[in-house]
């Protein structure tokens, strides 16, 4: 009796569209089917596989419908100016998508000159991918690789899609995937990165207006850094390989000694461009005692808030090269340079001379400040120098000399340091000689870039928690898997897919990528596109 209805469902589905009746009656089977699983992971197993078949076959379907449609085109001419008359029906291509593989099959169009291509103008309107795997797979498997490892990305999309996918081959999807990601932050409209910019200062600036004050747009935060990425030998840079072989050999067979590095490393540059907004709430200005004086558990003042990050990480760039690139990105969203601009860097002479000198390259002002949790460092390191280990009075030390550069008064600290020195001083050539000569050393050097009273009183940041906290997201958390080695073009290709999508423009990024490959893999074979998507 079942069979009899599932024959009369396929008919009836068969007199609605030819080859839909042994889908309906599947679909029909399957239902019932599953009605007989006894618990609920059953039936969703069952489903699952055999509903993924189904619908594999419902795309099979429509695709042969379209085939058996496609009208013959009087001439294709290619973009070589040849013109191909011979057309040949039944010519079959495989896409494995996420639902299974399908076979697509079209005309293609021949010239009886030797060795010119064929065209196949139904896949400029299909937009096939060149490799054999369809957009949306290639866009799960890019989702996973991006975030675990590709040995995990091949068992993440085997689950999710029941599609075996090499590694190999998701390396190679990866690459691909990011072939435009430079040309999409290097042309991202302009209308658009105000928009995002500015967009909750507008409303902020709206809501103002009607109580009859007026505020000018929030400051632009601009932050770099770089995190070592291991490569394969052939993927380091020139100059590491020629300060390794200058090192002393290793000091142990099967280690390094203490100091030694491998050289093994290659430094991604990583920088964020992002809009500085007051916390939530109604707070005036931090203070210094909020930030280094608040008795033992105190809750630490809300700071300042970065809104629309973005970012970059390029590992085949130079600093200097990021750091113009993200500067152009901050242009794009002030181009009259109407905002304050705050660098927030960790203390590196080469990079404040780069800001500096692209600063001065735009005719824009940049104000430097050097991340203050980098001046405490030196500070704890010098602390005991004048103190037993162990003394908490070193602590104390520490809070006070903090305080005051965060007052202002970096010369004070500078003159105690000074005559704590002098008072008891450290053996010549001992490590504590070199500590305080490298603390005296850098406060003086880096005093023009301590201006903490006024971050504090502007509502600024002080610290650079958003390009620390990228260096370890964007780089660390993916690229240093333990035992991973990069290749160069991979590294970059993953680089640019992280950071594209910790901006928040993945989505808008994949269709644009997309249309760039319809016209560089279809539309730019032939001599009059239009004709080839009348196919």
């Avoid at 009886?112 to 290639?138: C, E, H, M, T």
């Avoid at 995937?177 to 200062?201: I, K, P, T, W, Y």
């Avoid at 203490?258 to 992002?274: D, H, L, M, P, Y």
Wanted: with cysteine; net charge negative.
């Amino acid at each position: 009796m079942e069979q009899y209805g599932l024959e009369e469902l396929a008919a009836s589905a068969e007199a609605v569209v030819a080859g839909l009746g042994p889908l309906a009656a599947g679909l029909a089977g399957l239902a019932a089917e599953a009605g007989r699983a006894v618990t609920l992971e059953a039936m969703e197993a069952l489903v699952w596989e055999r509903g993924r078949e189904l619908l594999c076959g419902l795309v099979q379907l429509s695709l042969d419908a379209q085939a058996e449609r496609e009208v013959r085109l009087p001439a294709v001419t290619g973009a070589d100016g040849v013109p191909r008359a011979c057309a040949e029906r039944g010519h079959s291509r495989t896409v494995v998508t996420r639902l299974g593989e399908v076979a697509v099959s079209r005309i293609g169009y021949r010239s009886k000159i030797k060795k010119v291509p064929a065209l196949f103008p139904r896949d400029a309107v299909l937009n096939l991918p060149p490799r054999g795997y369809s957009w949306a797979l290639q866009q799960l498997a890019e989702m996973f690789c991006r975030s675990v490892s590709f040995e995990q990305g091949h068992e993440f999309v085997a689950a999710a899609t029941g599609v075996s996918v090499g590694r190999r081959q998701l390396e190679q999807i990866m690459v691909a995937a990011a072939s435009d990601a430079e040309r999409f932050c290097q042309d991202l409209d302009r209308a658009a990165v105000l928009q995002a910019g500015q967009q909750q200062q507008q409303q902020e600036e709206e809501e103002e207006e009607e109580e009859g004050q007026e505020k000018g747009l929030p400051p632009l935060g601009i932050s770099a850094d770089g995190k070592g990425v291991a490569m394969r030998p052939e993927a380091r840079r020139p100059e590491t390989a020629r300060k390794a072989a200058g090192r002393p050999g290793q000091a142990f067979a099967r280690r390094l000694g203490t100091g030694q590095k491998s050289g093994s490393k290659r430094i991604a540059e990583t920088g964020a461009v992002f809009d500085v907004l007051p916390p939530d709430g109604e707070q005036g200005p931090r203070t210094p005692e909020q930030i280094m004086g608040r008795a033992p558990g105190q809750p630490a003042p809300d700071g300042p808030r970065a809104a629309n990050r973005w970012y970059i990480a390029d590992i085949t760039a130079s600093c200097a090269e990021t750091i113009a690139a993200l500067l152009d990105h901050a242009e794009r969203r002030d181009p009259g340079h109407a905002r304050t601009w705050i660098a927030l860097v960790d203390g590196a002479n080469h990079q404040i001379d780069v800001i500096t000198a692209e600063a001065a390259r735009r005719d824009v002002t940049i104000t430097i400040l050097i991340d203050f949790i980098h001046v405490i460092g030196y500070l704890r390191k010098a602390a005991w120098c004048f103190h037993p280990a162990r003394d908490p009075a070193a602590g104390d030390w520490v809070t006070a000399q903090g305080l005051a550069i965060l007052h202002g008064r970096t010369p004070e600290v500078i003159a105690r340091i000074e005559a704590a020195a002098a008072a008891d001083p450290p053996r010549p050539g001992s490590e504590h000689a070199k500590i305080i000569r490298t603390t005296l050393t850098y406060l003086r050097n880096k005093q023009p870039y301590l201006d903490y009273p006024r971050a504090l009183a502007n509502g600024w940041p002080i610290a650079t928690g958003v390009i620390e906290g990228a260096c370890r997201h964007l780089v660390q958390d993916r690229m240093g898997i333990t035992g991973a080695r990069w290749g160069l073009e991979g590294a970059q290709a993953m680089l640019w897919l992280r950071a594209i999508n910790a901006s928040g423009d993945h989505d808008a990024y994949w269709d644009w990528h997309i249309q760039q490959e319809h016209q560089r893999n279809h539309l730019s074979r032939y001599q009059d596109p239009s004709l080839a998507l009348a196919a």
